[in-house]
Structures are given as C-alpha cells and as structure tokens.
C-alpha cells in the first residue's frame, strides 16, 4: 500500500533555480495539499486542490505554484528558488475537503537552498 | 476562523510513566479534532479523531483524548509511554477558516522519552 509518494525525498538547490515536486496518491481521493514545515512553525498550507481541475491558494502561497495534473498527482514548483524556501515539504490527500477529512501524507521532502 | 494552540513545544516522560499533551482550540461551533503523530523522518500519521457523541476518543497505539468543551481542550494521553512513542505529535481543528474548511494544525509537542 503506497498510499502518498513524494519524489525527490532530498534535494539541494542553488539560489534562482527551479525545481518541482511531485506527489502522487493511490487512495482514489479528491482532495490534495501541500504543506511546509519549518520548526517550530508546525505545517502551513502552501497550496490544496479540492478536486481534479481546481486549486487554491494556502496560508503561504508567495514564491509557488501547483499543477493538478489529474486526480491521483499534484505537483509544487518553485520558478526561483530562495533560500527562505529551505523546509520540509509535505503533500497530503484527503476523501474530500472539509472540516471532518483526516488527511494522508507523504514522507516529505527535504529540501535545501543555498 | 478557527485556531488550536499547543502550548508545550517539548514534554519529556521516562519510560512506562503516564503522559498528557495539551491541546487547546477557538471556534465558535462544536468543532472537528484530530491528533496527529510524525516519527522522525516521517509523514505525518492519524492517531484519532472527534467529531461527535462520545467525548473519550479511542485511537491507534494506545492513545486516546478527551474533548471538554468548557475548557476548550482536546487533550491527548497515554496511561503509559514506550520508548517508540518519542515523536512530535500534532493537534488539528477543522471549522471555516479564509474560504476554506481545512484544518489547521498547531505548531507540535515534541515528545523525549528517557529510558
């Protein structure tokens, strides 16, 4: 059961160039997200897709963009990398979007600007 | 819009003792909780959910909660932790927030277990 996959698990850039992860989920579900997480800062919606075809803005949007590439794949692209963009990067998936949806997540990706 | 505070970032239990994480949330309705483990190097996992009915809430892993709504509190508690309980643990309320109905998480308790 491989539930959430990211790729690349690690990965390191230099400042100004561009990167995307992906992320893909076997579980049939609508909804997917991406996160970050920072310590001490806990995780902060990037970007969500409510369903195949839509996607939304997150608590901390500036600097990404996303593409729903169709139900089961959601990938994050950062056009220029900068190092306040160094984090852990999570995509998670969901049956649906709502308040009651527990959430899936991948393992992460580690990624480093320098 | 809703939000949830954890107020310890690091707890630190010996083995076999019992353990409470904190949890406090704002909304105004009956709100949706979740609890949420991350093992280092990991994603994160559910650990149990509330969303009605019963306020002591039965999760994986010995786990369990209790939802007060005086206290506004969705503690999380184990009557006692093994070593493999080290980790950071996550509360997460869902209600409306900016357009979305998202949960949002609280910033993690990190868990030391001494041996």
């Known amino acids: 059961n491989a539930g959430v996959t990211q790729t690349p698990k690690f990965q390191v850039l230099k400042t100004g160039q561009s990167m995307t992860l992906q992320c893909a989920q076997d579980m049939n579900h609508n909804s997917m997200y991406w996160y970050r997480q920072d310590p001490g800062m806990g995780l902060r919606l990037i970007y969500y897709?409510?369903?195949?075809?839509?996607?939304d803005k997150g608590e901390v949007p500036n600097g990404y963009n996303v593409s729903r590439l169709n139900k089961r794949e959601f990938s994050l692209r950062l056009e220029s990398a900068a190092p306040s963009q160094t984090s852990v990067y999570f995509c998670?998936?969901?049956?649906?979007?709502?308040?009651?949806?527990?959430?899936?997540f991948g393992d992460g990706t580690r990624l480093s600007i320098l | 819009a809703q939000s949830v505070t954890q107020p310890d970032i690091h707890i630190t239990v010996s083995e076999g003792a019992s353990l409470e994480l904190r949890c406090n949330y704002s909304?105004?309705?009956?709100?949706?909780l979740f609890w949420y483990v991350q093992s280092p190097g990991q994603g994160l996992q559910l650990l149990l959910k509330y969303f009605s009915g019963d306020t002591l809430v039965q999760g994986i892993k010995g786990f369990e909660a209790e939802f007060k709504r005086s206290q506004s509190s969705f503690n999380l508690r184990k009557p006692s932790v093994h070593w493999s309980d080290a980790a950071e643990y996550f509360c997460?309320?869902?209600?409306?927030?900016?357009?979305?109905?998202?949960?949002?998480f609280g910033r993690g308790t990190s868990l030391i277990v001494h041996p």
């Open positions: 897709s409510a369903s195949e075809g839509t996607t």
């Open positions: 998670a998936s969901s049956v649906l979007e709502g308040p009651n949806q527990p959430q899936h």
């Open positions: 909304y105004g309705a009956t709100p949706y």
């Open positions: 997460a309320v869902g209600g409306p927030s900016g357009g979305s109905y998202i949960p949002t």
